[in-house]
């Protein structure tokens, strides 16, 4: 089965990662994962920069999984909040 486009999503998150005013707000989760997968904040921030929503969920925020590249060019994926109107990116987990 075909994944479904996140063309606006995308759009949307990409934008806000790349405002110069954007926050990053970390889940102690997120900051774990990152830690056990021996990435860094760089490797994720830049998965959202120019990776592509391939899912959204609805929970406690509208989350979305983003998948895309580190720094090294490894495959990663993220699961965030956006908050457009704030210019703040949650960064619930990734794997």
């Not at 806000?16 to 490797?43: E, L, M, S, Y």
């Not at 609805?58 to 909040?81: F, H, S």
């Not at 990116?89 to 990734?94: D, L």
Request: one cysteine or more; aromatic letters at 6%; proline letters at 2%.
């Amino acid at each position: 089965m075909a994944q479904p486009h996140y063309i606006s999503e995308t759009q949307i998150l990409r934008r806000v990662a790349n405002d110069p005013n954007c926050r990053f707000r970390w889940t102690k989760h997120a900051i774990q994962a990152v830690a056990d997968d021996g990435r860094t904040t760089k490797d994720v921030e830049d998965c959202l920069i120019s990776g592509q929503v391939v899912l959204h969920e609805q929970k406690q925020d509208l989350l979305w999984r983003v998948k895309g590249k580190d720094i090294d060019g490894q495959d990663i994926q993220v699961v965030v909040a956006v908050y457009e109107a704030e210019i703040v990116i949650k960064v619930v987990t990734t794997f």
